[in-house]
């Protein structure tokens, strides 16, 4: 079925009739621009005069996966372009753009693609591949000032709306968004070869070329990556030395402990005879009793608070070393502590301590009861 009708702004008005597959989208013979359909898109941008009313057509449209378009044999799913559209207009967001308002640029370049070839459609794809890749934009009356501004260099490239210029742009953009992990390093890469070829309008020589650089980014992030995992081991060392060292620290001061107690033990039972031993040590509740208990209970508090103290310091250091892996070296906090994790008392330690003082302070009781 032929259509007969002609553009009013962004609004179809057809002249007679029209399909049926349209039924639900046309009021009163006309068309209004439609968030999920694309109606005749190519005719309306071969004939509009200026590049704002394209930005104002494709800003109504929401590329997602309700968006249909139609043809000669009717309306068609399209891709759901989400995903591109949001990684578009990231970058436009951070570009400096004067002329044009930002908020009104959110399109699919994917989505030209669908439309029959034509040298204007292609260079409206590639005017807004051009929005996309400067970092700099400066537009006023159908005329583009494009710049990419690096520390070193700048490079422009202008252009008129009105006379169409050859650009084959998208491969390269399509390279650039094909990974969202290294879009921006694929960007930087494109960006700095634009600058040191000093032309926007790259070639597949220059793809290849952009290919081969950001191999050798990745190769030597890689490198540094493993270096940095390399220096993170040595920090583990170090805080599993540190660790052990507490420990073997502690395990010392506790034998130590045992020891003395063992010895005043064997001081109190050596003249007991055999059948009062353990009454002698358990019941006890003589002064000297109570005072090597008070003494023997402070110094394993003493030995506990300096383990604990030594561990509390080994945490902190675990603390910084955390931070800057994950502030300055952007670890991932999973990866992280995959290589290092934060020193702990372990719980039957702390269940050990726990028995002995209730044991002591038990006894301690004991001894200090009056004796009847």
Not at 361 to 368: N, P
Request: proline share 2%.
């Amino acid at each position: 079925m032929e259509i007969k009708g002609s553009f009013i702004d962004t609004s179809f008005k057809f002249d007679d009739e029209y399909p049926s597959s349209l039924s639900k989208y046309v009021t009163d013979g006309e068309l209004y621009n439609q968030k999920n359909l694309l109606f005749l898109e190519e005719k309306y941008m071969i004939e509009c005069p200026r590049f704002r009313n394209i930005v104002k057509k494709l800003n109504k449209k929401e590329f997602d996966s309700e968006l249909k378009i139609y043809k000669k044999e009717g309306l068609s799913n399209l891709s759901d372009f989400s995903i591109e559209v949001a990684l578009f207009f990231q970058t436009i967001l951070e570009n400096n753009i004067n002329g044009l308002n930002k908020n009104e640029l959110k399109v699919s370049i994917n989505h030209f693609e669908v439309y029959d070839k034509d040298p204007k459609i292609n260079y409206i794809q590639n005017i807004y591949i051009l929005l996309f890749l400067a970092t700099s934009t400066e537009y006023k009356e159908n005329h583009f000032s494009f710049s990419i501004k690096l520390p070193d260099h700048e490079v422009y490239e202008e252009i008129s709306y009105d006379e169409i210029k050859k650009f084959s742009l998208f491969d390269i953009y399509s390279w650039i968004i094909s990974s969202r992990e290294n879009f921006q390093t694929r960007l930087r890469v494109i960006r700095e070869v634009i600058v040191k070829g000093e032309n926007f309008n790259l070639t597949k020589i220059d793809l290849e070329s952009a290919k081969s650089i950001f191999n050798r980014i990745i190769k030597e992030e890689t490198d540094k990556y493993f270096a940095q995992v390399n220096m993170l081991k040595e920090d583990f060392f170090k805080l599993s030395e540190r660790k052990q060292i507490s420990y073997n620290s502690l395990h010392i001061k506790f034998i130590g402990w045992i020891s003395s107690l063992g010895l005043f033990i064997y001081g109190e039972l050596k003249n007991e005879k055999n059948g009062d031993l353990l009454e002698k040590i358990f019941f006890s509740a003589t002064e000297k009793a109570y005072l090597f208990l008070v003494l023997f209970t402070l110094a394993i508090l003493i030995i506990w608070v300096m383990f604990v103290k030594n561990i509390s310091d080994n945490e902190k250091e675990y603390d910084k070393i955390k931070i800057f892996y994950m502030k300055q070296l952007y670890f991932e906090k999973i990866d992280f502590n995959h290589y290092l994790s934060s020193p702990q008392i372990s719980l039957g330690y702390k269940l050990m301590f726990c028995t002995l003082i209730i044991l002591l302070i038990t006894r301690g009781c004991i001894a200090s009861a009056p004796v009847f």
